[in-house]
């Protein structure tokens, strides 16, 4: 380290890495217990992380998190009720679905109701394997080869009928919903006997009449504006590990109690300037410098898969390190389009888009990738939302914005026969997989992965197994 280097490092309690929800949340905790000392270290230059909004023709739109996912024992509601974001009259809209086949035809209301009762039948049944310790079919071990099963039990009793097809295309329009909804590519990804372990909990959905990103107001008036320093990307976590005998942070070099051969009076001397012992060195991007005894990381699972092993030195424990490798991180996008004008019937809130049968896996993604869009769903009369995951949403992030929006406009004329759809204004896609502070959307249950995954990552690490928790 030069001395410049050294005199400009800054010196702190607690180091927090990130300053999306669980960083600003770990702030306000440190807040609360007391703690003052403390600097959050954010990669972009902008707090939120994955919660995050624009304006779109006046209009708030978020990019990542929209709801809030339950109430009873949520404390992001809590947060959200504390801070008079709720509004306490919900009305809610009517949802009006229509779902349509490529031909323009679209489906009775009949039909969809009975395959979606069928389908959420399907899935709590697949919860039940981890609540009731069923042992599954042989060979089944995800999520979708099950709903695919009982998917082919259902159809199968079926004469061979246009309706038995339209009920086919109904349940994979479902399952492509899934993979949003669970952060995958496709439902085979996800484990089977842990669907059940994913607690929901009780009250619904909720949307804040300020837009999902209202929540980061709450989340930062307590902190001070310098301490969080934005545009700061980590790039190498030193910390000290107990019982490897002597260990650096940085270059640092602290020899620890519990290692007996080397026990001196050099125990925990600093070497170099600081001259306290810290447990942690933070090198950003820039090259700068900070100490503290504490660091909280939240760098998104998708960050640490690409890049635990060089950010954390030494190396997090095996133990970690596989954790990260089983759990999934996938890839979700949305894709908004703008229109001059309203064009859809305004009775109809969303069109489900019913695609003929699923392309062949040897399919190249140029030709498929907008398949994977399973329906535009109205955020107001002139803003269509359509939601994508996995490949395909990979595939969509490499295009121009242009080019999905002549697609989207391709698909909808399809669908709704009608040549004279609009082409949108403006079209805004995410792309969360290319993001290199995110890699990806959110984390699912990949097969063979467990809660105790997620577990073992929270886990905390201590250098001293003597010292004060
Ligand atoms: C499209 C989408 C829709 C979603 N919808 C919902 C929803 O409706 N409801 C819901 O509850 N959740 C939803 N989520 C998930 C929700 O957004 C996340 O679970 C939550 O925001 C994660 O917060 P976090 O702090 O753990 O991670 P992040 O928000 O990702 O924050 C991590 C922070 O670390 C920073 N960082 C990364 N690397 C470094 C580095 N090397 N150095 C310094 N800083 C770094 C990042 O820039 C980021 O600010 C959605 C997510 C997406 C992408």
Redesign the pocket.
């Known amino acids: 380290m030069s001395e410049n280097a050294a005199k400009s490092a800054k010196y702190c309690k607690v180091l927090i890495?990130?300053?999306?929800?669980?960083?600003l949340s770990s702030a306000n905790h440190l807040l609360k217990n007391g703690c003052t000392d403390f600097l959050i270290?954010?990669?972009?230059n902008r707090?939120?992380?994955?919660?995050v909004s624009i304006d779109i023709d006046s209009q708030k739109v978020e990019?990542?998190?929209?709801?809030?996912?339950g109430v009873l024992g949520n404390p992001?509601f809590e947060l959200a009720m504390a801070s008079g974001l709720v509004s306490i009259i919900n009305i809610p809209k009517p949802h009006k679905i229509v779902a349509a086949t490529e031909d323009g035809k679209q489906v009775p209301i009949g039909i969809l109701h009975e395959i979606y009762e069928a389908y959420v039948t399907f899935l709590r049944r697949c919860e039940e394997y981890f609540l009731c310790q069923y042992i599954p079919p042989p060979d089944i071990h995800s999520v979708g080869e099950h709903i695919n099963l009982e998917q082919e039990l259902y159809l199968g009793e079926m004469p061979e009928s246009p309706e038995k097809r339209v009920k086919r295309l109904i349940f994979n329009c479902l399952l492509k919903r899934e993979t949003c909804i669970t952060g995958c590519d496709t439902m085979n990804e996800i484990d089977l006997l842990e669907l059940g372990s994913y607690t929901e909990l009780q009250g619904g959905n909720i949307v804040l009449p300020a837009g999902?990103s209202s929540i980061l107001g709450p989340l930062t008036e307590h902190l001070a504006p310098e301490q969080i320093i934005k545009a700061?990307?980590?790039?190498t976590i030193h910390w000290r590990r107990k019982g490897s005998g002597s260990s650096t942070v940085g270059n640092l070099t602290t020899v620890e109690e519990d290692n007996e051969g080397d026990s001196d009076d050099s125990d925990k001397t600093v070497t170099e300037a600081p001259t306290r012992n810290f447990n942690v060195k933070i090198e950003s991007e820039a090259g700068e410098i900070f100490y503290a005894d504490h660091v909280i990381c939240?760098?998104?699972l998708g960050?640490l898969k690409d890049k635990a092993d060089s950010?954390f030195s030494p190396s997090l424990p095996t133990y970690k390190r596989e954790s990260i490798d089983r759990l999934l991180f996938g890839t979700?996008?949305?894709i908004f389009l703008e229109y001059d004008r309203p064009f859809l019937n305004s009775s109809i809130s969303e069109v489900m888009l019913l695609w003929n049968d699923e392309p062949s896996s040897t399919a190249s993604l140029k030709d498929v990738w907008f398949k994977k869009i399973y329906s535009f769903a109205k955020v107001t009369e002139t803003l269509l939302l359509g939601w994508i995951s996995g490949r395909e949403a990979e595939f969509m992030e490499t295009l121009s914005h242009d080019e999905v929006a002549e697609k989207c406009t391709e698909i909808l004329r399809k669908f709704l026969q009608d040549p004279f759809v609009p082409k949108p204004k403006r079209c805004i896609c995410?792309s969360?997989k290319n993001q290199p502070?995110?890699r990806g959307?959110?984390t699912a249950m990949a097969v063979g992965a467990s809660q105790d995954d997620i577990e073992n990552i929270a886990q905390p690490l201590y250098s001293d197994p003597h010292q004060p928790k």
């Open positions: 890495v990130g300053a999306g929800a669980a960083g270290l954010e990669a972009r707090i939120g992380g994955r919660i990019l990542g998190a929209n709801w809030i996912h992001i999902y700061c990307p980590v790039r939240t760098i998104p960050v950010i979700v996008d949305k995410t969360w502070f995110c959307s959110y």
